[in-house]
Nanobody, 124 residues
Framework: QVQLVESGGGLVQAGGSLRLSCAAS????????MGWFRQAPGKEREFGAAISWTGKSRYYADSVKGRFTISRDNAKNTVYLSMNSLKPEDTAVYYC?????????????????WGQGTQVVVSS
């Protein structure tokens, strides 16, 4: 069983920055692929970013590419999402997810565990 706990969400003005964290339980975090997804009110959950277990492969949705950066610290069992140049359309609940296969993916069905989410609100 893997538990994921997100933190770092909040209210920020457009153009601002936030860094989300996702702390994972389990001694094998370093073997998981990790992803960040988001769900805006009235919309389906969508892919944001993913990182492989080695950290060498990273993937981004076009909507966040160049503004968001995913990273991981295996010593701390934590994955991060640094978000810059935030826009009102980035407002959503952000979820982290663990892919036990290790590669990371843009497909939500390929993830095995999910956190409870953290709210991000970007005001205009």
């Amino acid at each position: 069983q893997v538990q994921l706990v997100e933190s770092g969400g909040g209210l920020v003005q457009a153009g601002g920055s936030l860094r989300l964290s996702c702390a994972a339980s389990g001694r094998t975090f370093s073997t998981y692929g990790m992803g960040w997804f988001r769900q805006a009110p009235g919309k389906e959950r969508e892919f944001g970013a993913a990182i492989s277990w080695t950290g060498k492969s990273r993937y981004y949705a076009d909507s966040v590419k160049g503004r968001f950066t995913i990273s991981r610290d295996n010593a701390k069992n934590t994955v991060y999402l640094s978000m810059n140049s935030l826009k009102p359309e980035d407002t959503a609940v952000y979820y982290c997810a663990a892919d036990l296969y290790g590669l990371g993916s843009s497909v939500s069905n390929e993830y095995d565990y999910w956190g409870q989410g953290t709210q991000v609100v970007v005001s205009s």
